[in-house]
């Protein structure tokens, strides 16, 4: 199985700064024919099922605000939010659809500073 | 506009089976992908199941294997899954899914929480 690794577990960022997580997969995602990342970024917040925010690692989902990006290739991925807001207040996953089971990332935790 | 509704929360004793229902509207089930997603309490996602367009058939992580069953009956766009034998562990909310392009999941169910206890 592909374990998936993220940093930090929780992260504390004021608003309006720069908040960064990444994420380690034990393999790389990266399908050489068709040079795609097969790797998906979900926001959780609490009571709420997860959201897609990003697929192909870094194609940003209709809807989800610029702020949001997706970067990386292989086995290292980062997301980033430019410009934290209070509604970006939740828990960030990563998941490879790479190969099964469709592994997730523990979470990363991310609050307001 | 796609919306996944699942069934209501379930409440079930060790060795017993439970039966998710998870309903589509505003598309068809068949021209899916759906997945299986399960979150114990105050934990992280967990990836059960789900369709495997290269392969037609639905797939599950090894650790549900002999103890998971997925039914469609598409007259009602409607998918089932059975998870049998229960455990306290298995004690979560679990989520299906919905993947257009058969990768990765784009619409949610808000979830069913099942409760495992003697």
């Known amino acids: 199985d592909i374990v998936m690794t993220q940093s930090p577990d929780s992260l504390a960022v004021s608003l309006g700064e720069r908040a960064t997580i990444n994420c380690k997969s034990s393999?790389?995602?990266?399908?050489?024919?068709?040079?795609?990342?097969?790797l998906a970024w979900f926001q959780q917040k609490p009571g709420q099922p997860p959201k897609l925010l990003i697929y192909w690692a870094s194609t940003r989902e209709s809807g989800v605000p610029d702020r949001f990006s997706g970067s990386g290739s292989g086995t290292d991925f980062t997301l980033t939010i430019s410009s934290l807001q209070a509604e970006d207040v939740a828990v960030y996953y990563c998941?490879?659809?790479?190969?099964?089971?469709?592994?997730f990332g523990q979470g990363t935790n991310l609050e307001i500073k | 506009q796609v919306q996944l509704v699942q069934s209501g929360a379930e409440v079930k004793k060790p060795g017993a089976s439970v039966k998710v229902s998870c309903k589509v509207s505003g598309y068809t089930l068949t021209d899916l992908s759906m997945h299986w997603v399960r979150q114990a309490p105050g934990k992280g996602l967990e990836w059960m199941g789900g369709f495997h367009p290269e392969d037609g058939e639905t797939i599950f992580a090894q650790k549900f294997q002999g103890r998971v069953t997925v039914t469609e009956d598409t007259s009602t766009d409607t998918t089932y899954l059975d998870l049998r034998s229960l455990r306290s562990e298995d004690t979560a909310i679990y989520y299906c899914?919905?993947?257009?392009?058969?990768?990765?999941?784009?619409?949610w169910g808000k979830g069913t929480t099942v409760t495992v206890s003697s």
């Open positions: 899914a919905a993947a257009f392009t058969g990768y990765y999941m784009d619409v």
């Open positions: 393999q790389s995602v990266l399908y050489s024919s068709n040079n795609r990342n097969y």
């Open positions: 998941q490879q659809y790479y190969s099964t089971p469709h592994t």
